[in-house]
């Protein structure tokens, strides 16, 4: 089945509202406005490729944050696949969380 641009687009809100649903273990602010999600790609079959980095390289929850964001979105109806694409460039800085992430945190 192919998906419609109106039906790729519920799907990403869909998705982003799940993504803001995990949190770095470190700071009490959710993935997504912490700019921890560079990309998310949806094709007309369903399938979702998810660029993501972490706060640092050596981050303690390399291994089970990217696998609990894969495992997340893949729980999210109308998702058939997903690719998890882990990288660090750019690197991550404090500048790439959103307003309400560095009001959150006390840095506005």
Known sequence: MKYTDEQIAELGENII????TVYDPEIPV???ELGLIYDVQISEEGDV???MTLTTPNCPVAES???E????VGE???VNDVALDL???PAWNKEMMS???KFELGML
């Open 69 to 72: 964001v894969k495992e997340k």
């Open 49 to 51: 490729k998810v660029v």
């Open 76 to 78: 999210v109806e109308g």
């Open 30 to 32: 959710d993935i997504y």
């Open 17 to 20: 509202r799940t993504l803001k």
């Open 65 to 67: 944050l990217p696998a």
């Open 87 to 89: 990288t660090f460039e």
């Open 99 to 101: 307003e309400e992430a």
